[in-house]
Nanobody, 116 residues
Framework: QVQLVESGGGLVQPGGSLRLSCAAS?????QGWFRQAPGKEREFVAR????????MYADSVKGRFTISGDNAKSTVYLQMNNLDLEDTAVYYC????????????WGQGTQVTVSS
């Protein structure tokens, strides 16, 4: 069993930046980020595949967010730039133990609030 611990959430102004971190207690195949805003479904944000280093992004964040990984720290980061009000949500880290689309592990979430 792998535990995921998120950090880096907080309050930012529109147009600002924030970096989220997700530290894994064990090895995973992929780590990614989801988010859920009030009144909305949980949605995929980005994923990172350890073996290839290939990222993938939802269209809504493409060009603004960057996902990356640090093998030595078993940590995936989500650099969020040019944040807007619609980015306000609880952000959850998730991970897989295989190459399928089943997300096996979930973090507790970290709140990101974008407010003017």
């Amino acid at each position: 069993q792998v535990q995921l611990v998120e950090s880096g959430g907080g309050l930012v102004q529109p147009g600002g930046s924030l970096r989220l971190s997700c530290a894994a207690s064990g090895r995973t195949i992929r780590q990614g980020w989801f988010r859920q805003a009030p009144g909305k479904e949980r949605e995929f944000v980005a994923r990172y595949t350890w073996s290839t280093g290939i990222p993938m992004y939802a269209d809504s964040v493409k060009g603004r967010f960057t996902i990356s990984g640090d093998n030595a720290k078993s940590t995936v980061y989500l650099q969020m730039n040019n944040l807007d009000l619609e980015d306000t949500a609880v952000y959850y880290c998730a991970a897989t133990r295989g190459f399928g689309m089943n997300w096996d592990y979930w973090g507790q979430g970290t709140q990101v609030t974008v407010s003017s």
